[in-house]
T-cell receptor, first 115, second 115 residues
Framework: GAGVSQSPSNKVTEKGKDVELRCDPI?????LYWYRQSLGQGLEFLIY????????KSGLPSDRFSAERTGGSVSTLTIQRTQQEDSAVYLC?????????????FGPGTRLTVT | AQSVAQPEDQVNVAEGNPLTVKCTYS??????LFWYVQYPNRGLQFLLK??????LVKGSYGFEAEFNKSQTSFHLKKPSALVSDSALYFC?????????????FGTGTRLTVIP
């Protein structure tokens, strides 16, 4: 079946602009995660959605970062007033959470470059 | 506090030889441990997990890992390396600091299999 998809695959933006990154999780997966992969920080958790519950935003690095998940499926990560330190690969993952701790399946990522 | 250590940034092994990628962890309570692999310009792919049960876990592509509670280790192994195994490998634990079941990753180990 189809895996997690993300768009765009690459995004170049100017400092100060806003960007939106999209994630389509695996159909039926109720949990959705955003991570950031950068040279200096490794892989960092950003935000978690579980069904229709309020998201866990504990990993967001600043209030310039926000995310939403519509209809329990597609998610959009928005970065406002981008800074050069936001340059990274943004990875989305989804998992089934029925009955316990399950592995997460990752999308190919969006490479964001802030110039 | 929790931590995941991958003490080797780089591991080189000859094709056909056994390979080991090391991971040690420090978490409170029972650890939920995972290995992921990342090929160039691609997202992370799940290899295997340890939640409970047998200490030897078998996963995708012929990989296995052994959970050792006394040594707090979860080393990834394969009896005979292939050139196609060359990639970046991440060890991860369930992050106990949040309620999100997100993953807390090690810094990664780059495996190169030499023909």
């Amino acid at each position: 079946g189809a895996g997690v998809s993300q768009s765009p695959s690459n995004k170049v933006t100017e400092k100060g602009k806003d960007v939106e990154l999209r994630c389509d999780p695996i159909s039926g997966h109720t949990a959705l995660y955003w991570y950031r992969q950068s040279l200096g920080q490794g892989l960092e958790f950003l935000i978690y959605f579980q069904g229709n519950s309020a998201p866990d935003k504990s990993g967001l690095p600043s209030d310039r970062f926000s995310a939403e998940r519509t209809g329990g499926s597609v998610s959009t990560l928005t970065i406002q007033r981008t800074q050069q330190e936001d340059s990274a690969v943004y990875l989305c993952a989804s998992s089934s959470t029925m009955g316990g701790i399950y592995e997460q399946y990752f999308g190919p990522g969006t490479r964001l470059t802030v110039t | 506090a929790q931590s995941v250590a991958q003490p080797e940034d780089q591991v080189n092994v000859a094709e056909g030889n056994p390979l080991t990628v090391k991971c040690t962890y420090s978490v409170s309570g029972n650890p939920y441990l995972f290995w992921y692999v990342q090929y160039p310009n691609r997202g992370l792919q799940f290899l295997l997990k340890y939640i409970t049960g047998d200490n030897l876990v078998k996963g995708s592509y012929g990989f296995e890992a052994e959970f050792n509670k006394s040594q707090t280790s979860f080393h990834l192994k394969k009896p005979s390396a292939l050139v196609s195994d060359s990639a970046l490998y991440f060890c991860a634990v369930r992050d106990i600091r949040t309620g999100a079941n997100n993953l807390f990753f090690g810094t990664g180990t780059r495996l190169t299999v030499i023909p």
